[in-house]
């Protein structure tokens, strides 16, 4: 009968001891981790108020970055928290577009995603926000992955720039997250040659 069989834990037993480990294994940020292990309880109802940071903490933390800086710049976007957004979202609304935020996230979270979506209000100021569905399937995938790329790219650039000024928190998050390897990538390009930072 395969319901009395007992559960595989040799590779539960393996992760949990490399997770553990931290820095000597493939995940050196806890940052990440810890957000997993502790959303229900971040996330909860009554404690999603007591989570939450302040919208002017986080826009003053990012504009000590250049990059940031510049993101800032247009003063036409109302930044909300509603924790009725999965993450985050950018919506165009001609004179006074609107980036909504999930309050019960971690700071460092908050951070890079507050970035993306502000590149994306970027984008869209640029004409190059198009929706990808009025292209072929191909070109659609095309483009969808180009608006996806600039928009990690230049939050992980901001993250780095913070962690320059001493303020580690997003680069933390970003390199424990599941794109710890583009971030890794990014830090190594950066230590070998800084110039490589505005080249492409």
Same mark, same amino acid.
């Given at each position: 009968?395969?319901?009395?069989?007992? /559960? &595989?834990? @040799?590779?539960?037993?393996?992760?949990? =001891?490399? !997770? $553990?480990?931290?820095?000597?294994? #493939?995940? %050196?940020?806890?940052?990440?981790?810890?957000?997993?292990?502790?959303?229900?309880?971040?996330?909860?109802?009554?404690?999603?108020?007591?989570?939450?940071?302040?919208?002017?903490?986080?826009?003053?933390?990012?504009?000590?970055?250049?990059?940031?800086?510049?993101?800032?710049?247009?003063?036409?976007?109302?930044?909300?928290?509603?924790?009725?957004?999965?993450?985050?979202?950018?919506?165009?609304?001609?004179?006074?577009?609107?980036?909504?935020?999930?309050?019960?996230? /971690? &700071?460092? @979270?908050?951070?890079?995603?507050?970035? =993306?979506? !502000? $590149?994306?209000?970027?984008?869209? #100021?640029? %004409?190059?926000?198009?929706?990808?569905?009025?292209?072929?399937?191909?070109?659609?995938?095309?483009?969808?992955?180009?608006?996806?790329?600039?928009?990690?790219?230049?939050?992980?650039?901001?993250?780095?720039?913070?962690?320059?000024?001493?303020?580690?928190?997003?680069?933390?998050?970003?390199?424990?997250?599941?794109?710890?390897?583009?971030?890794?990538?990014?830090?190594?390009?950066?230590?070998?040659?800084?110039?490589?930072?505005?080249?492409?």
């Amino acid at each position: 009968d395969q319901s009395t069989k007992k /559960p &595989k834990k @040799d590779g539960f037993r393996d992760t949990s =001891r490399r !997770l $553990r480990q931290g820095k000597e294994t #493939r995940i %050196g940020h806890r940052a990440s981790l810890d957000w997993r292990q502790d959303h229900a309880r971040v996330c909860a109802p009554g404690g999603v108020e007591d989570a939450r940071v302040d919208l002017t903490e986080l826009t003053a933390l990012i504009a000590q970055s250049r990059t940031g800086e510049a993101l800032l710049e247009d003063k036409k976007i109302k930044i909300f928290y509603d924790e009725q957004t999965t993450q985050s979202q950018f919506y165009p609304r001609g004179e006074e577009s609107i980036i909504s935020l999930n309050p019960g996230r /971690p &700071k460092g @979270d908050l951070i890079n995603m507050l970035v =993306r979506e !502000l $590149r994306r209000a970027w984008q869209y #100021r640029q %004409g190059a926000l198009v929706n990808p569905l009025n292209f072929e399937p191909d070109e659609a995938v095309l483009v969808n992955r180009a608006q996806q790329a600039d928009a990690l790219m230049i939050s992980i650039k901001v993250a780095w720039e913070l962690k320059l000024q001493g303020e580690p928190e997003a680069w933390n998050f970003m390199a424990g997250s599941p794109t710890g390897d583009v971030t890794r990538v990014f830090e190594i390009c950066a230590q070998k040659d800084f110039r490589s930072l505005n080249n492409g």
